[in-house]
């Protein structure tokens, strides 16, 4: 099964008790009249709220980026390990560590790695 073609994006709505953030493609948030979403966050101003504030729009701009550059680091990811490959045959090292953290950099949406 493939998932929702990307871009995503997240949309700030107000609720009756607080925000919604309703994450999906752009052209269905559009149209959107609360169906077409693929995720919504609420971030409700009551006491049983948990969350400090902002971290939940954060929490949705976090979905957001990681299913934006999930291609990318698809395929960085495949021309890293074909990269590791050829650098460990030719100089015996292993650079994984590396690797994984430069991936998991980018999906956090860090742009100097």
């Keep these: 099964m493939k998932h929702t073609p990307i871009p995503w ?18 052209e269905k948030l559009e149209n959107d009249n609360g169906h ?24 949705a701009q976090f ?3 990681a299913c934006n550059e999930y291609k990318a680091l698809k395929e960085q990811n495949r021309i890293l390990t074909e990269a590791l490959r050829i650098i460990a045959i030719a100089h ?5 560590s590396i690797i994984a953290r430069e991936a998991l950099a980018k999906a956090r949406g860090e742009q100097d790695v």
């Design 92 to 96: 015996n090292m292993d650079y994984v």
């Design 9 to 26: 994006k997240y949309e700030k709505v107000r609720t009756s008790i607080g925000f919604a953030y309703k994450i999906g493609p752009p």
């Design 63 to 65: 979905i957001v980026t």
């Design 36 to 59: 077409y979403s693929i995720a919504c966050l609420y971030d409700d101003n009551t006491s049983l709220n948990p969350y400090p504030e902002g971290e939940i729009e954060a929490d």
